[in-house]
């Protein structure tokens, strides 16, 4: 039911840096809540679990400790950035031993908008202002990039390798809610998601841990041609042959090299990225199952069912109707 992938040795322009380059220019954001906070100390807050999410936190003033399950608490200074990916939850704190406090999303907030809110906590020391949020990705391509980040993306403020463009931005949500106008909320929140893909990028560029795994892949002029074409047209009739033929390598060389970079087999990798999009669209569109069948290149409904159904452990009916509670 695909296309036909007689032209799929061609090689798209560019090379390594322009496959990373497309993948953060199409990464797509899902913005959740947008918190600006102000802390007292003594304070401790927990941050709970939010599943296939990234939450963040951007010191404006003050210092604070950032603390995960079974992980060294990490110092914060103002102009400091951490992303938390995975949707782990977290500690906030004002030192590194206090205990754990209470839920952030049981306290009382004022809410300034659907998704952004002020909130004041903790004790009458010194104070701490940070802007918190949280974003999802939608895109699978963005979930997988999710997939390769360290458990905590520390970005400091006064690093050399912190890119210009990155505490720019972090100069402007601190101007835009240290003085809000008319309009702060939105633009605050815009900035932030500028952010998030922001530090990913400047991470990307300064840290060894960078070139591990997927983002080693993708960087690797053949296996990266071969993911490139499957992320582009997951719904041709792709076989290890004509994958080999995209990169030019024979079947046992690709094989083997795949494996080695991504961790897992070519075709194994294809129908994870069809199930992972056959996934967001059954969330979030009203696509039959037998039409996702046909444009991810299964030749029948009953074919498409069970592999997805293997890979995400539900079937496609009771996705659909968990994600419309």
Known sequence: MG?????????????????????????????????????????????PAIADSVS??????????LRLPGQEPIEL??????????????????????????????LP?????????????????????????????????????MRALPPVLHVGGDSVAVASSVRETLRLIAAELAHPLPGAETVATRLA??????????????DAEASAGWLRSLQDERIGRVIEAIHARPGDEWTLERLATVAAMSRSSLSARFAELVGEAPIAYLTRWRMSIAESRLRDTDVTAARLAGELGYRSEAAFNRAFTRQVGLTPGAVRRKSVR
């Open 109 to 145: 907030q004022d809410c300034l908008g659907e998704s952004y809110s002020r909130l004041r906590y903790g004790g009458p020391g010194r104070t701490t202002t940070l802007i918190c949020g949280v974003v999802g990705f939608d895109d699978p391509a963005a979930r997988e990039l």
């Open 193 to 206: 998601d500028v952010l998030v893909v922001q530090a990913i990028r400047s991470w990307m560029n300064s």
């Open 77 to 106: 200074a103002a102009g400091d950035l951490a992303l938390v990916p995975h949707g782990a939850g977290h500690d906030l704190l004002s030192d590194p031993d206090a205990p754990r406090g209470p839920r952030v999303d049981l």
């Open 3 to 47: 296309t036909d992938t007689r032209s799929a040795a061609v090689r798209p322009p560019g090379g390594a840096d322009d496959r990373l380059a497309r993948l953060l220019a199409n990464l797509r954001m899902r913005s959740t809540f947008y918190c600006h906070a102000e802390f007292g100390d003594p304070w401790s807050l927990e941050m």
């Open 56 to 65: 963040f936190h951007v010191l404006i003033a003050g210092t604070c400790w």
